[in-house]
């Protein structure tokens, strides 16, 4: 349950950060409403690849110590 709470909370963070910024950059409630949406859209899409490319680097270089979690 705790870690529920804790990515709900990470999420809504990540959504406030990027509302306030586009907002503020853009004068544009909508916009910054959409990149407030899209945000967590594309990191929760995007991440996984990315974790997969360093896996990928790492196991090039002979590396296969794992990286911290985040």
């Known amino acids: 349950m705790q870690l529920i709470a804790f990515k ?4 809504l963070v990540h959504m406030v950060i990027s509302f ?4 503020t ?3 544009s409630m909508a ?3 959409l990149a407030a949406v899209l945000e967590p ?8 690849l990315h974790d997969r490319l360093w ?3 790492r ?11 985040h």
């Open 41 to 48: 859209i594309c990191n929760v899409t995007l991440m996984p």
């Open 59 to 69: 196991h090039r270089q002979g590396a296969h110590t794992a990286f911290p979690a």
């Open 55 to 57: 896996e990928w680097v």
């Open 25 to 27: 950059f853009t004068g």
């Open 31 to 33: 916009v910054g409403g």
């Open 20 to 23: 306030t910024l586009t907002m």
């Open 8 to 11: 709900t909370s990470q999420i």
